[in-house]
Antibody, heavy 121, light 108 residues
Framework: EVLLVESGGGLVKPGGSLRLSCKVS????????MNWVRQAPGKGLEWVSS????????YYADSVKGRFTISRDNAKDSLYLQMNSLRADDTAVYHC??????????????WGQGTLVTVSS | DIQMTQSPSSLSASVGDRVIITCRAS??????LNWYQQKPGKAPKLLIY???SLQSGVPSRFSGSGSGTDFTLAITSLQPEDFATYFC??????????FGQGTKVEVK
């Protein structure tokens, strides 16, 4: 069974930093593009960032560009999200998700349960 | 960015009902559309990929259809475990993924 387990969330003041981790098991981690997706309380899903299997290709949503950094350690089967200059509107549950490539369409499966980040003074 | 609009935002239904959720894209996305189910406090779960392909292990009462800009997720004979929130996701502009705002299916 493929498992994704996030950690590192918590309460942080505006302007502060936090580093999220996502530990992956049950799959050959190095083979997959990975993503972070967040969900603000009572809101929908927002894609945050993507990193290719080798780490060579990285993409960010405009809302986090310049403040967040995605990375991975394939030797540790782990994905990371360094979040700096945090704002109140970054408050959300952050999920990591594996990206699968079909014949034509890509999708996310599975997802982790998420870790809550709360930005408040 | 491609905007995804779901309707309704919520609906009330009873066990055994047929439920239809729609998702509209701001531009044509061919069949690049996925559907997820999410229960409170849980990770989203893939139901349908490529607009109409049922993910392995997902009950056959779930089905997806559509192409271009208009898509539907149908649940025939709603079961107690189907009360949840459903999201559509476009994968046309990967890696710039976007999701619908969600449709909450509640008990009537």
């Amino acid at each position: 069974e493929v498992l994704l387990v996030e950690s590192g969330g918590g309460l942080v003041k505006p302007g502060g930093s936090l580093r999220l981790s996502c530990k992956v098991s049950g799959v050959n981690f190095i083979s997959y593009t990975m993503n972070w997706v967040r969900q603000a309380p009572g809101k929908g899903l927002e894609w945050v960032s993507s990193i290719s299997s080798s780490g060579s290709f990285i993409y960010y949503a405009d809302s986090v560009k310049g403040r967040f950094t995605i990375s991975r350690d394939n030797a540790k089967d782990s994905l990371y999200l360094q979040m700096n200059s945090l704002r109140a509107d970054d408050t959300a549950v952050y999920h990591c998700a594996r990206e699968l490539v079909g014949a034509t369409v890509n999708w996310f499966d599975p997802w982790g349960q998420g870790t809550l980040v709360t930005v408040s003074s | 960015d491609i905007q995804m609009t779901q309707s309704p935002s919520s609906l009330s239904a009873s066990v055994g009902d047929r439920v239809i959720i729609t998702c509209r894209a701001s531009q044509s996305i061919s069949h690049y559309l996925n559907w997820y189910q999410q229960k409170p406090g849980k990770a989203p779960k893939l139901l349908i990929y490529a607009a109409s392909s049922l993910q392995s292990g997902v009950p056959s009462r779930f089905s997806g259809s559509g192409s271009g800009t208009d898509f539907t997720l149908a649940i025939t004979s709603l079961q107690p475990e189907d009360f949840a929130t459903y999201f559509c996701q476009q994968s046309y502009s990967v890696p710039l993924w976007t999701f619908g705002q969600g449709t909450k299916v509640e008990v009537k």
